[in-house]
């Protein structure tokens, strides 16, 4: 259709010669000098991926160009008042058509040409028939510029919520990325490193199971099961936000958080026994307010770790050693509705918690192993969580 109206437009540069035919030379320089170019030229332009960033820069060129024709021919013309109508009748829907709004752009077209022609018939005593002439030369313009207008519209709409739709989709993706990974291992991944995996000396893990959950879920629905399991995670997930732990992962019932990976941390250890105390408070208030019984043991130790991601399709970030199954451990030979910690944390905590020596405890794979249960937190506790 576009095709067509500039077809139209060529075609009707006949209307020139009935009107001034003792300066046709001057209005089809304009024509077909510049307006047809202009016209195939923006049409071309519309098609590519820059054009919706130069748009206004090309219209506002070739608006100063016709400009300039339009002064120059007005001088060098013999009949300058006559010619300068028919340049401003060509250039007109041009100008119309740079406008991204339809409506105003339809508006002002329709006054301008209203006035243009009223004008050339009085002033110029155009014939009624060559009036007419003018007047569908005038809508092939019109033609040009809306559908112009309309191509630059859509264009840009389409490109619009096409850049949206792709950063929204790339933030969902961002967060579901965080939501498996640690942020500086996900940026890690995002630049190519494909093994990524590091050993550190300095790290406390946490393992917390909810006791006897099994025989209470028995007693449920799915959906209950779900939402009790959610509830108590989604509170826990919490706090690892708010201490600035790394939540690893669950399995059923059992919850695994580290701290001081992947960043280094100096107080990794008691960072994360007042987070094991607050997970104990979060289970008592739910407990209470369901009116259920619900205890959880908590096993906290400190130590060197392997860390890295494994896995393709799937990512997981996950810890290896001694020291993750010393604080599994922990938990399974704990006491429910307690912390219990090995002297490796202890060493770390004295100073910031109070805690009662437990005794040797003869522990699976570990043997005869010193343990404290920590009580409370000494003085006003903790006041760098690192936030």
Do not use: F, K, W
């Given at each position: 259709m576009y095709g067509c109206a500039v077809v139209v437009f060529a075609v009707f540069g006949y209307v020139d010669y009935l009107v001034v035919p003792e300066t046709l030379p001057w209005s089809w320089l304009i024509r077909y000098g510049v307006?047809?170019?202009?016209?195939i030229f923006g049409y071309w332009a519309s098609k590519q991926n820059w054009y919706g960033e130069w748009h206004n820069t090309i219209?506002?060129?070739g608006m100063l160009v016709i400009t300039v024709m339009i002064t120059a021919i007005g001088i060098l013309a013999s009949s300058p008042g006559r010619e300068l109508y028919l340049a401003t009748v060509c250039a007109l829907p041009?100008?119309?058509?740079a406008l991204r709004l339809r409506v105003s752009t339809t508006a002002a077209y329709v006054v301008a040409t209203c006035f243009l022609l009223a004008a050339g018939a009085i002033l110029f005593s155009i014939p009624l028939l060559t009036t007419g002439f003018i007047l569908l030369d005038e809508i092939s313009i019109g033609v040009i510029g809306?559908?112009?207008a309309r191509i630059v519209e859509d264009g840009g709409r389409i490109a619009f919520a096409q850049e949206k739709a792709i950063a929204?989709?790339?933030d969902r993706a961002e967060r579901l990325l965080l939501n498996i990974l640690p942020r500086s291992v996900a940026t890690r991944l995002k630049s190519g490193e494909s093994n990524i995996a590091d050993r550190l000396?300095?790290?406390s893990v946490l393992f917390a199971d909810i006791v006897g959950f099994t025989r209470h879920s028995a007693s449920l629905d799915a959906k209950q099961v779900v939402t009790e399991l959610n509830d108590i995670f989604t509170a826990f997930d919490q706090l690892a936000e708010q201490y600035r732990v790394e939540k690893i992962k669950t399995i059923g019932d059992a919850y695994m958080a580290a701290a001081g990976l992947p960043m280094p941390r100096e107080n990794h250890a008691s960072t994360l026994v007042q987070m094991a105390l607050a997970m104990l408070d979060v289970v008592k208030r739910i407990a209470t307010t369901r009116g259920i019984s619900l205890e959880?043991?908590?096993?906290?130790?400190?130590?060197?770790?392997?860390?890295?991601v494994i896995g393709q399709r799937k990512f997981s970030y996950d810890l290896w050693g001694d020291t993750v199954n010393t604080a599994s451990r922990m938990e399974s030979h704990g006491i429910p509705g307690k912390v219990q910690v090995?002297?490796?944390?202890y060493e770390r905590i004295k100073e910031n918690f109070l805690c009662e020596y437990r005794g040797v405890v003869n522990i699976k794979d570990l043997g005869e192993t010193e343990t404290w249960l920590v009580v409370g937190i000494l003085g006003e506790g903790l006041q760098d969580t690192e936030k």
């Open positions: 307006c047809v170019p202009y016209l219209m506002l060129i041009l100008v119309c058509g809306l559908i112009g929204q989709e790339h000396d300095e790290v959880i043991r908590i096993g906290v130790h400190s130590g060197p770790v392997v860390a890295g090995t002297r490796t944390t």
